[in-house]
């Protein structure tokens, strides 16, 4: 499984959130020299198929962000068909439940290659409390993360994906063995658009993120190499 970086270098994940192959591989170039991994997401997978991960992996290793969400038969399915891709990290919904993320891990762990970092989202950082309410959810987004994290962990997930915000309830409260990933990410000055529980890049590791990512102040950047430079360069050690 890939390793936590354990300083600036390979922190930033950069999603690559656009329709064609072709654009995406030429971006993942770019940003190769300073990122980790590139985030191949529900746009470009549903536009182009699985084949645009091995394209991608010749750039950079690959997160899958597909946020699998279904019955726990369903989702291990998934995983199976999923694992031959080679994707370094692959999402699937904490809501599922704990059967759904078991039964994800296990074939996971059954698919007999170098298996990916299963990483449970816990609550969407476009999120804020009146769309959480909406959901039925009152209390906070703190501790619906924290309630989902611990359970997510506790059936098997290697880590959380949460927003900036969390990061500190979810360290307290499980520590430093998840892995987190932290979208939800601005440098400072940068539009939030649909996203809600935001923060910089440095809050963000400050407080405990393992890897950011980040989306379209990147690839909507007019030199994402250089755009992706600068977040990387900015981190604290
Ligand atoms: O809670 C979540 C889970 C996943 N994402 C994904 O991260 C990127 C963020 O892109 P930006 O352009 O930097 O907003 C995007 O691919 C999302 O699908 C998230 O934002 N929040």
């Not at 690559?16 to 190769?32: G, N, Y």
């Not at 809501?95 to 989202?121: C, D, F, H, N, S």
């Not at 909406?134 to 927003?163: E, F, H, I, P, Y």
Request: net charge neutral.
């Amino acid at each position: 499984m890939i390793s936590r970086p354990s300083g600036p270098a390979g922190r930033l994940i950069v999603a690559l959130d656009v329709p064609e192959a072709a654009r995406a591989e030429s971006l993942a170039h770019k940003v190769a020299p300073h990122a980790g991994l590139v985030k191949l997401g529900l746009e470009l997978f549903c536009a182009e198929g699985p084949g645009v991960l091995g394209r991608l992996a010749r750039a950079a290793p690959v997160f899958l962000d597909l946020k699998l969400h279904d019955i726990p038969n369903t989702v291990a399915g998934a995983v199976r068909s999923l694992a031959p891709l080679g994707a370094s990290m692959l999402t699937l919904h904490a809501g599922g439940g704990p059967a759904m993320i078991a039964a994800a891990r296990e074939a996971a762990e059954k698919a007999g290659r170098e298996r990916p970092l299963l990483l449970a989202v816990t609550v969407l950082t476009s999120m804020d409390e009146a769309a959480l309410e909406a959901t039925g959810v009152s209390g906070g987004a703190a501790a619906q993360v924290v309630r989902l994290a611990r359970m997510a962990v506790s059936a098997g997930a290697d880590g959380l994906v949460c927003s900036p915000r969390e990061i500190r309830a979810i360290r307290d409260s499980l520590g430093e063995a998840p892995a987190l990933v932290v979208p939800g990410i601005r440098p400072a000055g940068a539009a939030a658009g649909d996203q809600s529980r935001v923060a910089t890049p440095e809050e963000a590791v400050r407080d405990g993120a393992d890897w950011i990512v980040v989306g379209r102040p990147v690839s909507g950047a007019g030199n994402p190499g250089e755009a992706a430079r600068a977040i990387t360069a900015g981190l604290p050690r």
